[in-house]
């Protein structure tokens, strides 16, 4: 079974930092962009990160976070600092749809294999 678990999750100050991570399990994604994105109740994803397959290529929403990936461990992160109570949401990973991509997608719906989330709480 192909899934892909994110963890890391969890409630932290504001100006403080996290680090989540995701795995991939039944999956690759070598090959594969990988995106974090989130979520708050009632609202749509909301683009995060992108990392490309490669691993040299990103794209970000904000400066204070960083995305990478280690292919060998099937596991992509995503560095989170500076940390506001906007930040608190679910966060989601998920994986694009084609090998080798030429572009880093930042659309939800460009990503077809998804997480099933970790909650981020940032208190003030």
């Known amino acids: 079974q192909v899934q892909l678990v994110e963890s890391g999750g969890g409630l932290v100050q504001a100006g403080g930092s996290l680090r989540l991570s995701c795995a991939a399990s039944g999956a690759t994604f070598t090959g594969y962009n990988m995106g974090w994105f989130r979520q708050v109740v009632g609202k749509a994803e909301e683009f995060v990160a992108a990392?490309?397959?490669?691993?040299n290529g990103t794209a970000v929403a904000t400066d204070r976070f960083t995305i990478s990936r280690d292919n060998a461990k099937n596991t992509v992160y995503l560095q989170m600092s500076n940390m506001t109570p906007e930040d608190t949401a679910v966060y989601y990973c998920?994986?694009?749809?084609?090998?080798?991509?030429?572009?880093?997608?930042?659309?939800?719906?460009?990503?077809?294999?998804w997480g099933q989330g970790t909650q981020v709480t940032v208190s003030s």
């Open positions: 998920a994986r694009g749809p084609n090998l080798y991509p030429r572009v880093i997608d930042t659309i939800a719906g460009a990503y077809t294999l």
């Open positions: 990392v490309d397959w490669s691993g």
